[in-house]
């Protein structure tokens, strides 16, 4: 009888399982003092519009004019400050508006039309605002811009002389208008409030509720176009590096406002920190800080890496498929013989046609033994072959491909092989504005949604301070809680 052409013919099989205490983490923003700040007054609620932002300043009109109320309070007035790039900025202009020299002009937000502005300013003005010991709450009033007057003002509909309604918040869609006031009812000092606009009306004030609010108070709403709503409050804080007011952001999770977190340093700091604002992205804004004696501007930027360019994670694979080819090409020899394999790692098939998934990586020595079903003869190791299984070199990301929002979860790079490496630094982005430091990290999501988690490894330099980098992604969703 001719003898076989025995061999063994192997196969991927494709199978996407998975196979998945943070150090201290670097600072995420640095912050800068913006240069058009006055030296002798205060310049504080920025408010970001094309090409610069609007704030408050009580800084003098000119050398011969000092505006103050009777009580000594100075008043404040909104400029305008054209941005030319990140570091340079021309000098600001006065925006003006109808009203009494003793019109106050407080924190303002502009809508996504461009020219709706929401400004907050005393409800008493003219005569009546000149009297002494005049009790004079704020109100929000709306207007447009034109150049830089603002025209057409008119008082938002639930301005109360008992109390102050401002700080006003537009959302992009214009249908939430998010403020500050005292008025009665609240948790404490000032809440937070927010109307919402329905068949082109102002439905009445909602209260955030106790899990914003605090007995403290809190002001300076802001609610950025992802639906982070960051606000100030002079509530007691935990941390070590929070000191009077500090801001906050929370966000709207199933309906309900999640527990607020305070923005970390330096943005927060010992000194007053508040009025924050946001750019689309959530990594640069401006905020106002107590320098001395006086408030001033800064501008914050995200010192978080997030690569463009990252490898998608690929999963090691063990399994493999084994064919007899002549036996599957020819039907006389699949049913003439009987084909066992031997996997070298204690393990054995049968089959013309047969799949193994080897426990890691290794050198395996793959047998192929064939009993002739007729003569009983047995042929050993008719084929043989060294099969020699390798981790992908990569960084690797173990941990789960899905959670609940608020569930705690761990993420480790311990499966990472890069042969060759002394790797210096683990770094994670989690794909929410925020990070971790260390070859095993925490991390809970508070928001359902689809993460892209960024895992970028760095190496010893070598003898000529060259640093290699590797980076590797993984998806995790967060969905509801049950």
């Not at 003092?33 to 519009?49: C, E, K, M, Y």
């Not at 090409?51 to 408050?56: H, K, M």
């Not at 009297?131 to 929000?140: A, S």
């Not at 009983?376 to 609940?404: A, R």
Request: charge should be neutral.
């Amino acid at each position: 009888m001719e003898r076989m052409n025995k061999y063994i013919f192997l196969t991927f099989l494709t199978f996407f399982a998975v196979t998945g205490s943070a150090i201290p983490q670097p600072s995420l923003y640095k912050v800068e003092r913006l240069s058009f700040n006055s030296h002798l007054f205060n310049d504080i609620a920025p408010f970001i519009v094309k090409d610069g932002i609007i704030f408050c300043s009580d800084r003098r009109i000119s050398s011969f004019r000092n505006s103050t109320t009777y009580q000594d309070e100075r008043l404040y007035n909104l400029y305008f400050a054209a941005r030319k790039d990140s570091s340079v900025w021309l000098e600001p202009r006065q925006l003006k508006g109808v009203g009494s020299s003793l019109l106050y002009f407080g924190p303002v937000s502009v809508a996504s039309d461009g020219k709706t502005i929401y400004f907050t300013s005393s409800i008493i003005t003219g005569k009546a605002a000149r009297k002494k010991n005049i009790n004079n709450p704020l109100g929000i009033y709306i207007g447009e811009l034109s150049g830089t007057d603002i025209i057409n003002i008119k008082p938002f509909e639930y301005n109360n002389q008992q109390y102050s309604i401002a700080h006003p918040s537009i959302s992009r869609d214009g249908k939430y208008l998010f403020f500050a006031s005292d008025m009665p009812g609240g948790q404490g000092g000032s809440d937070l409030y927010y109307c919402e606009n329905i068949n082109g009306k102002w439905g009445p004030p909602v209260n955030l509720g106790s899990k914003v609010n605090s007995p403290s108070k809190e002001n300076y709403p802001y609610i950025n176009p992802t639906g982070r709503l960051y606000f100030t409050s002079d509530r007691p804080g935990n941390e070590d590096y929070l000191g009077g007011m500090d801001v906050y952001y929370t966000n709207l999770v199933y309906g309900e406002w999640d527990n607020p977190i305070p923005m970390p340093a330096p943005i927060n700091s010992k000194s007053d920190d508040f009025a924050l604002v946001a750019e689309d992205n959530l990594q640069t804004g401006y905020f106002a800080r107590n320098i001395g004696r006086n408030d001033d501007i800064f501008r914050y930027v995200s010192t978080i890496i997030r690569k463009v360019s990252c490898d998608t994670i690929q999963v090691n694979n063990y399994c493999y498929e084994f064919l007899e080819e002549n036996a599957i090409k020819s039907d006389s020899l699949s049913t003439a013989f009987r084909y066992q394999w031997n996997f070298g790692d204690g393990k054995r098939a049968e089959g013309t046609r047969v799949v193994h998934c080897f426990n890691g990586p290794g050198t395996y020595n793959v047998t192929l033994d064939a009993e002739n079903l007729v003569t009983k003869e047995i042929t050993k190791n008719e084929k043989s072959y060294d099969l020699e299984i390798k981790n992908i070199e990569q960084p690797y990301i173990s941990g789960p491909d899905g959670c609940t929002a608020g569930q705690f979860i761990k993420l480790n790079a311990d499966s990472t092989n890069l042969p060759g490496w002394t790797i210096n630094t683990y770094y994670w982005n989690f794909g929410d504005e925020s990070i971790g430091i260390g070859r095993e990290v925490d991390k809970t999501y508070l928001k359902p949604g689809i993460y892209n988690v960024q895992l970028i490894v760095t190496d010893a330099p070598d003898a000529k301070g060259v640093v290699r980098e590797a980076c590797v992604s993984k998806n995790i969703k967060v969905i509801h809680r049950p």
